[in-house]
Protein backbone atom coordinates (compact mmCIF):
# COMPACT_ATOMS: atom_id res chain seq x y z
CA UNK A 1 0.00 0.00 0.00
CA UNK A 2 1.25 3.70 -0.68
CA UNK A 3 2.24 5.03 2.19
CA UNK A 4 1.58 8.55 1.03
CA UNK A 5 -2.45 7.91 0.69
CA UNK A 6 -4.72 8.28 3.54
CA UNK A 7 -5.59 5.30 5.20
CA UNK A 8 -9.42 6.64 6.98
CA UNK A 9 -11.02 4.40 4.64
CA UNK A 10 -9.96 1.74 6.56
CA UNK A 11 -12.18 2.90 9.50
CA UNK A 12 -15.21 4.41 8.49
CA UNK A 13 -16.60 4.84 11.59
CA UNK A 14 -13.91 7.80 12.10
CA UNK A 15 -15.40 10.25 9.26
CA UNK A 16 -18.45 10.70 11.44
CA UNK A 17 -17.74 10.63 15.39
CA UNK A 18 -20.72 10.92 17.26
CA UNK A 19 -18.95 13.12 20.20
CA UNK A 20 -17.57 15.95 19.14
CA UNK A 21 -15.13 17.91 21.83
CA UNK A 22 -13.15 20.82 21.04
CA UNK A 23 -11.86 23.61 23.73
CA UNK A 24 -11.31 23.98 27.00
CA UNK A 25 -11.68 20.76 29.10
CA UNK A 26 -14.11 21.92 31.92
CA UNK A 27 -17.65 22.15 32.84
CA UNK A 28 -19.31 23.00 30.11
CA UNK A 29 -17.40 20.33 27.92
CA UNK A 30 -18.93 17.70 30.08
CA UNK A 31 -22.19 19.05 29.42
CA UNK A 32 -21.98 19.00 25.84
CA UNK A 33 -19.92 15.53 26.12
CA UNK A 34 -23.19 13.91 27.98
CA UNK A 35 -25.88 15.66 25.91
CA UNK A 36 -23.57 14.38 23.15
CA UNK A 37 -23.92 10.58 24.33
CA UNK A 38 -27.58 11.13 25.22
CA UNK A 39 -27.78 12.06 21.56
CA UNK A 40 -26.02 9.55 19.59
CA UNK A 41 -27.34 5.94 18.24
CA UNK A 42 -28.28 3.77 21.55
CA UNK A 43 -26.60 0.95 19.47
CA UNK A 44 -23.24 0.13 17.98
CA UNK A 45 -19.42 1.90 18.20
CA UNK A 46 -19.18 5.42 19.70
CA UNK A 47 -16.23 7.38 18.67
CA UNK A 48 -15.28 10.17 20.56
CA UNK A 49 -13.02 13.19 18.96
CA UNK A 50 -11.57 15.97 20.60
CA UNK A 51 -9.50 19.02 20.21
CA UNK A 52 -8.12 20.98 23.54
CA UNK A 53 -5.21 22.72 24.58
CA UNK A 54 -5.90 21.61 27.94
CA UNK A 55 -7.88 22.39 31.17
CA UNK A 56 -9.31 20.55 33.94
CA UNK A 57 -8.12 17.15 34.87
CA UNK A 58 -10.62 15.80 36.90
CA UNK A 59 -13.23 16.83 34.12
CA UNK A 60 -11.35 14.52 31.95
CA UNK A 61 -10.98 11.74 33.98
CA UNK A 62 -14.76 12.35 34.90
CA UNK A 63 -15.54 11.87 30.87
CA UNK A 64 -13.04 8.97 30.44
CA UNK A 65 -15.03 7.38 33.43
CA UNK A 66 -18.09 7.65 31.46
CA UNK A 67 -16.43 5.77 28.57
CA UNK A 68 -15.09 3.18 30.49
CA UNK A 69 -18.96 2.45 31.78
CA UNK A 70 -20.76 2.53 28.65
CA UNK A 71 -18.46 -0.01 27.85
CA UNK A 72 -18.60 -1.90 30.60
CA UNK A 73 -22.31 -2.06 31.33
CA UNK A 74 -23.77 -1.09 27.42
CA UNK A 75 -21.09 -3.56 26.11
CA UNK A 76 -20.31 -0.37 23.15
CA UNK A 77 -17.05 -0.55 21.67
CA UNK A 78 -15.53 3.33 22.27
CA UNK A 79 -12.85 4.81 19.87
CA UNK A 80 -10.67 7.34 20.32
CA UNK A 81 -9.82 10.14 17.44
CA UNK A 82 -7.43 13.25 18.58
CA UNK A 83 -7.46 16.09 15.99
CA UNK A 84 -4.62 18.39 15.83
CA UNK A 85 -4.03 19.13 19.35
CA UNK A 86 -4.77 17.01 22.60
CA UNK A 87 -2.64 18.38 25.21
CA UNK A 88 -2.60 18.13 29.00
CA UNK A 89 -6.26 16.84 30.08
CA UNK A 90 -6.97 15.50 26.28
CA UNK A 91 -4.05 13.36 27.10
CA UNK A 92 -5.86 12.28 30.01
CA UNK A 93 -9.17 11.99 28.66
CA UNK A 94 -7.95 9.76 25.62
CA UNK A 95 -6.07 7.38 28.78
CA UNK A 96 -9.59 6.19 29.14
CA UNK A 97 -9.48 3.86 25.83
CA UNK A 98 -7.17 0.70 25.68
CA UNK A 99 -4.52 2.12 22.35
CA UNK A 100 -5.77 -0.14 20.13
CA UNK A 101 -8.69 1.95 19.91
CA UNK A 102 -6.70 4.93 19.46
CA UNK A 103 -6.27 7.04 16.62
CA UNK A 104 -4.68 10.54 15.87
CA UNK A 105 -5.44 12.34 12.50
CA UNK A 106 -2.34 13.31 10.67
CA UNK A 107 -0.19 16.64 12.36
CA UNK A 108 -1.56 15.98 15.52
CA UNK A 109 0.28 16.65 18.53
CA UNK A 110 0.33 15.34 22.41
CA UNK A 111 1.27 16.81 25.00
CA UNK A 112 1.63 14.97 28.39
CA UNK A 113 2.82 17.05 31.27
CA UNK A 114 3.29 16.63 35.37
CA UNK A 115 -0.47 18.19 36.95
CA UNK A 116 0.09 21.28 38.01
CA UNK A 117 -0.54 23.15 41.23
CA UNK A 118 -0.91 27.18 42.15
CA UNK A 119 -1.82 27.07 46.15
CA UNK A 120 -0.97 29.84 49.08
CA UNK A 121 -0.40 28.28 52.34
CA UNK A 122 -1.16 30.68 55.00
CA UNK A 123 -0.19 30.30 58.35
CA UNK A 124 -2.47 32.60 61.29
CA UNK A 125 -3.71 31.07 64.21
CA UNK A 126 -3.45 28.75 66.80
CA UNK A 127 0.28 26.72 66.08
CA UNK A 128 -1.03 22.86 66.40
CA UNK A 129 -4.29 24.38 63.35
CA UNK A 130 -1.02 25.40 61.30
CA UNK A 131 0.63 21.72 61.45
CA UNK A 132 -3.24 20.84 60.16
CA UNK A 133 -3.21 23.36 57.48
CA UNK A 134 -0.11 21.67 56.08
CA UNK A 135 -0.57 18.50 56.76
CA UNK A 136 -3.62 18.87 54.82
CA UNK A 137 -1.98 20.67 51.61
CA UNK A 138 0.64 17.52 51.51
CA UNK A 139 -2.14 14.83 51.46
CA UNK A 140 -3.46 16.71 48.44
CA UNK A 141 0.03 16.84 46.59
CA UNK A 142 0.45 13.22 47.56
CA UNK A 143 -3.07 12.21 46.12
CA UNK A 144 -2.74 14.39 43.18
CA UNK A 145 0.89 12.41 42.21
CA UNK A 146 -1.33 9.32 42.93
CA UNK A 147 -3.92 10.25 40.13
CA UNK A 148 -1.06 11.13 37.77
CA UNK A 149 0.58 7.96 38.15
CA UNK A 150 -2.34 6.15 37.54
CA UNK A 151 -3.49 8.21 34.44
CA UNK A 152 0.31 7.98 33.14
CA UNK A 153 0.14 4.70 33.27
CA UNK A 154 -3.16 4.09 31.99
CA UNK A 155 -1.81 6.04 28.73
CA UNK A 156 1.08 4.24 28.37
CA UNK A 157 -0.59 0.90 29.13
CA UNK A 158 0.66 -1.66 26.28
CA UNK A 159 2.62 0.35 24.44
CA UNK A 160 6.30 0.86 23.90
CA UNK A 161 6.88 3.79 26.13
CA UNK A 162 8.61 3.26 29.73
CA UNK A 163 6.83 4.44 32.79
CA UNK A 164 10.39 6.17 33.78
CA UNK A 165 11.08 7.78 30.50
CA UNK A 166 7.63 8.99 30.59
CA UNK A 167 8.53 10.84 34.34
CA UNK A 168 11.79 12.31 33.09
CA UNK A 169 10.03 13.89 30.11
CA UNK A 170 6.87 15.10 31.76
CA UNK A 171 7.89 17.80 33.85
CA UNK A 172 9.32 19.78 30.72
CA UNK A 173 5.79 19.28 28.72
CA UNK A 174 6.83 16.49 26.09
CA UNK A 175 5.29 16.69 22.84
CA UNK A 176 4.38 13.48 20.77
CA UNK A 177 3.72 14.11 16.96
CA UNK A 178 1.30 11.59 15.48
CA UNK A 179 3.56 9.06 13.69
CA UNK A 180 5.77 9.06 16.88
CA UNK A 181 2.95 8.20 18.95
CA UNK A 182 1.96 5.82 16.37
CA UNK A 183 5.64 4.08 16.24
CA UNK A 184 5.52 3.85 20.41
CA UNK A 185 1.82 2.12 20.30
CA UNK A 186 0.48 4.87 22.59
CA UNK A 187 -2.08 5.23 19.51
CA UNK A 188 -2.98 1.76 16.81
CA UNK A 189 -3.37 4.30 13.84
CA UNK A 190 -3.14 8.07 11.92
CA UNK A 191 -5.81 8.80 9.71
Not at 81 to 87: H, N, P, T
Not at 101 to 114: A, D, V
Request: hydrophobic content about 40%; proline content about 4%.
Amino acid sequence: MDQTKPNARQYPLLAHPHVHLHGTVNDAMYDSFRQQILDAPQEGSLVFSITTLGGDPEVARAMGDDVRLIGEYAGRETLFLGKVAVYSAGATFMAAFPNDKRFLTRGTRLLIHERQMTATVELNGPLRMQIANLKGKLHEIEQSIAIEEEGFRALIAGSSVDYDELLRKAPNNWYIDCEEAMAMGLVLDVI
